[in-house]
């Protein structure tokens, strides 16, 4: 029903930015509450950013709160993350998930969303 397809990781120095991209594939992409988590080798998955269906709202990781912004574009189906002034600690893979929902509260746990990309790795060194 739904494929999600993320792009723009690479290997970045410190201070670096890069913009992610996730693709859409299906139907009802403004149903779904979308957002990009990350996992590090040996830690869990966690939020970096969300964003509800109109764009309206969004959460952020307090970690990235002023370097990263998220948005959604509900035409193209595609949801951004562009990420300024990249740490080392920003290190891991990003994936791409939607939620489908009808609340208009962001959802932030990854347990909560249906659907995830494959994951594209981000790497910040030193």
């Known amino acids: 029903q739904v494929q999600l397809s993320e792009s723009g990781g690479t290997a970045v120095r410190s201070g670096d930015s890069l913009r992610l991209s996730c693709t859409f594939s299906g139907h009802s992409f403004f149903y779904y509450t979308m957002g990009w988590f990350r996992q590090a080798p040996g830690k869990q998955r966690e939020l970096v950013a969300a964003?509800?269906?109109?764009?309206?709202?969004?959460e952020y990781n307090n970690s990235v709160k002023g370097r990263f912004t998220i948005s959604r574009d509900n035409d193209r189906k595609m949801v951004y993350l562009q990420m300024n002034n990249l740490k080392p600690e920003d290190t891991g893979l990003y994936y791409c998930g939607a939620d489908r929902t009808i609340m208009t509260v962001v959802t932030t746990s990854p347990d909560s969303y249906d659907y995830w990309g494959q994951g594209t790795q981000v790497t910040v060194s030193s």
């Open positions: 964003i509800g269906r109109n764009g309206r709202s969004t």
